[in-house]
């Protein structure tokens, strides 16, 4: 337990001074960074290749943080929240809080309420949502294990997460959740 520890507190003081990091998700092998900090995030979607208006999605410890990135909660996210079996990201009007470049073109964020236990702990220590987009170069294949990840990413990150470097263990990307236009969730990629 002490190596998961130290594993978390080495990701958190690195995201506390505005620094990106590769480090295993609920999903995928991503990079992150804090949503909060739009030079962050610019340097983050440097490194990966990323055209602007592609946001990433920001993982959040649970539905008050979730709140402080959302203009408006709908009525039905919290049972939605209670009734998933899986990580899936919701499509949510942005607030003014979150980092310009996680916006998507038509003012909304990808947030997703993270389960797993070490990028709640980050993100509970953090405070703020934390980026979560794969660890690839755009176009390339999304890495399911740390050894896919390629080295230019490993060289270009600011730290890199040992936990789980070893685990073989292969999950799908998060479904991903839209508000539509009479309120209810819409699914866009399950």
Not at 50 to 66: C, H, K, Q, W
Not at 89 to 106: E, H
Not at 140 to 163: F, K, L, M, N
């Amino acid at each position: 337990m002490n190596f998961f520890r130290q594993e978390v507190d080495a990701a958190v003081d690195i995201l506390l001074t505005q620094q990106v990091i590769l480090y295993p998700t609920d999903t995928v092998w991503g990079l992150g960074c804090d949503a909060e900090v739009p030079r962050a995030v610019e340097k983050l979607y440097q490194l990966k290749g990323r055209p602007e208006g592609t946001p990433s999605i920001v993982l959040v410890a649970d539905l008050a943080m979730l709140r402080r990135y959302v203009a408006q909660v709908p009525d039905e996210l919290e049972a939605a929240l209670a009734a998933q079996t899986r990580p899936t990201t919701y499509l949510l009007p942005a607030s003014r809080i979150v980092a310009p470049g996680l916006v998507g073109p038509d003012g909304t964020v990808g947030l997703r309420v993270v389960q797993d236990e070490f990028c709640h702990k980050v993100v509970r220590r953090l405070g703020h949502g934390l980026v979560s987009t794969s660890a690839n170069k755009t176009g390339q294949p999304t890495p399911a294990v740390y050894a896919e990840v390629d080295p230019a990413i490993v060289r270009g990150v600011d730290h890199v997460v040992s936990w789980r470097q070893d685990d073989q263990t292969r999950t799908a990307p998060s479904r991903i959740v839209r508000l539509g236009a009479n309120g209810a969730l819409e699914v866009v990629r399950d």
